[in-house]
């Protein structure tokens, strides 16, 4: 079936804009996590959804990052005001038990 | 208490060797340890993992030792190939929820 899917593959964006970064998970999976992977660097956590719980914001590096699930589905993970430091690649995970399946990632660079 | 630190950093082994990457964790809650591959442009895929109750799990070429008393695991991957070249990230979490990931290790396996 069909895998984690994220768009765009990649994006290219001015310092001090705002960027939405989706992630479609695999239909029926109830968990879906945002990582942040820096160049040479482990990925890092962001945020966690399950099911209609209130989601783990724990990991988000400030306020400007925020992200939402709808429907229990698709999710979007913006970014305000961006800063050269969110250059990174976001890469979205779902799962339904232990393994988290990952998506290719979004590639963002903040000029 | 929530790292994992991996080493080494990088690792060339010869085709036919035995590659050997290892972890240690602090947080004795860890309860689930994956190791995910990741090759370039692609998002991690789940290779194998372990929970602390077993002190080995082997699969195929593929095996983690686990050393519950002085918190470490490690990834054995025997008769490395070619296409075993990627890099390699060892992670633990606590109810196989949010992964903390190592910082990764990059594997070249010579022919």
């Known amino acids: 079936g069909a895998g984690v899917s994220q768009s765009p593959s990649n994006k290219v964006t001015e310092k001090g804009k705002d960027v939405e970064l989706r992630c479609d998970p695999i239909?029926?999976?109830?968990?879906l996590y945002w990582y942040r992977q820096s160049l040479g660097q482990g990925l890092e956590f962001l945020i966690y959804f399950q099911g209609n719980s209130a989601p783990d914001k724990s990991g988000l590096p400030s306020d400007r990052f925020s992200a939402e699930r709808t429907g229990g589905s698709v999710s979007t993970l913006t970014i305000q005001r961006t800063q050269q430091e969110d250059s990174a690649v976001y890469l979205c995970?779902?799962?339904?038990?232990?393994?988290?399946?990952f998506g290719p990632g979004t590639r963002l660079l903040v000029l | 208490q929530q790292q994992v630190k991996q080493s080494p950093q990088s690792l060339i082994v010869q085709k036919g060797g035995i590659s050997i990457i290892n972890c240690a964790y602090e947080?004795?809650?860890?309860?689930?340890f994956p190791w995910y591959q990741q090759f370039p442009g692609k998002g991690p895929a789940l290779l194998i993992a372990?929970?602390?109750?077993?002190s080995e799990k082997k699969e195929g070429r593929f095996t983690i030792s686990f050393n519950k008393s002085a918190k470490q695991f490690s990834l054995h991957i025997m008769d490395s190939q070619p296409g075993d070249s990627a890099t390699y990230f060892c992670a633990a979490s606590l109810g196989a929820q949010k992964l903390v990931f190592g910082q990764g290790t990059r594997l070249t396996i010579n022919p």
């Open positions: 995970a779902s799962s339904e038990a232990e393994t988290q399946y």
């Open positions: 947080n004795t809650a860890f309860d689930y």
């Open positions: 372990i929970r602390p109750d077993v």
């Open positions: 239909s029926g999976h109830t968990a």
